[in-house]
């Protein structure tokens, strides 16, 4: 088996509050491979968020290691972690972000370009994951001219342009209709699967969360293997 593209060892987050500490990860241990998509189900509140946060460098777990690619980040300044984030690490939200005065390949192409990308690379690129999707004939629309569908489509290919390392999604379809929810999550599973990427979508869709190479759950603070139903759409 090839080596985890993502590596966590007791990791723990917690929160100061006026009511005083607030632990929502209690050394928290997970590996995921290149091409695995895998599972995060819990509820509101749970640290579903937290971890996704500790594991794409957004914030510092308080205790604990975090490795990408075998390489403790942990330890690193701002600025290496900042040159992670945009090499390695592909970030979907529930909600797309998008620029509305940007139209699709531009939105794809923005963080290609922060990277060092010129114009026409990051153009070419973007055209390439966004046709990937199935966006080929919308790459000069601007997201209020998508739908809901064609806009996290489009969020996922500016998350994926850089050829990330590490795929994190939090409720990537929660604001999606059931169709247009399991549309959109087949394209993402199956982009994953063709680009090797190693995923973690944090979800509260269980019929999603079946698809996918492994699930976890969050409970009192800690991960619990959960049984993902082998079935095909």
């Known amino acids: 088996m090839s080596d985890p593209v993502l590596s966590l060892r007791g990791v723990t987050r917690t929160y100061d509050t006026a009511q005083g500490g607030l632990t929502v990860l ?35 777990p308080t205790s604990g290691e975090v490795r990408i690619d075998g390489e403790d980040v942990g330890a690193l300044d701002e600025r290496a972690r900042t040159r992670i984030r945009l090499s390695r690490v592909g970030f979907v939200y529930q909600f797309h972000h998008l620029l509305p005065e940007f139209d699709a390949r531009d939105n794809v192409a923005l963080p290609m370009r922060i990277a060092g990308f010129s114009e026409a690379e990051a153009r070419r690129q973007a055209e390439e994951t966004l046709t990937a999707l199935g966006l080929g004939e919308r790459l000069t629309h601007q997201p209020a001219q998508l739908s809901g569908g064609e806009q996290q489509r489009v969020a996922i290919a500016r998350a994926l342009a850089n050829k990330p390392r590490l795929l994190l999604a939090d409720e990537p379809t929660g604001n999606l209709d059931p169709t247009t929810s399991q549309s959109v999550f087949e394209s993402l599973r199956d982009l994953t699967k063709t680009t090797g990427v190693a995923a973690l979508i944090a979800t509260h869709n269980m019929e999603l969360a079946g698809h996918m190479d492994r699930v976890f759950a969050l409970k009192d603070g800690h991960l619990e293997e959960r049984q993902a139903e082998s079935r095909e759409y």
């Open 26 to 60: 209690k050394g928290v241990d997970l590996d995921i491979f290149p091409g695995e998509l895998v599972g995060l189900i819990g509820p509101s509140g749970s640290g579903k968020s937290s971890l996704l946060h500790a594991a794409g460098l957004l914030e510092r």
